[in-house]
């Protein structure tokens, strides 16, 4: 059974920084992608950056050039780089892995408070 535990939300200030991490036990047949989503009150869930295993990123448009994504595959861990921050990003973010493109596993998240 494939778990996902995702870390380093928080309480930060606008203009602030936080660096969350993402790391995936059990056993995944073939990591094909990881990603971040968000899902903010009254709102649905939406992708916020996705990593391929070859290294190709994508991001939400609303984080472009603030928000960062790597990931280890050796590892299966992925990590979310958050500078710049704004009251609008508070979230609750959540981890994605996609094991052969059609499978994928969720964390429970993590809460991510920007104040203003």
């Known amino acids: 059974q494939v778990q996902l535990v995702e870390s380093g939300g928080g309480l930060v200030q606008t203009g602030g920084s936080l660096r969350l991490s993402c790391v995936a036990s059990?056993?995944?047949?073939?990591?094909?992608?990881m990603g971040w989503y968000r899902q903010a009150p009254g709102k649905q869930r939406e992708l916020v950056a996705f990593?391929?295993?070859?290294?190709?990123?994508n991001y939400a448009d609303s984080v472009k050039g603030r928000f960062t994504i790597s990931g280890d595959n050796a590892k299966k861990s992925v990590y979310l780089q958050m500078n710049s921050l704004k009251p609008e990003d508070t979230a609750h973010y959540y981890c994605?892995?996609?094991?052969?493109?059609?499978?994928?596993?969720w964390g429970r998240g993590t809460q991510v408070t920007v104040s203003s």
């Open positions: 059990g056993h995944i047949f073939r990591l094909t992608g």
């Open positions: 994605n892995v996609e094991d052969r493109v059609v499978f994928e596993y």
């Open positions: 990593i391929t295993s070859g290294g190709s990123t």
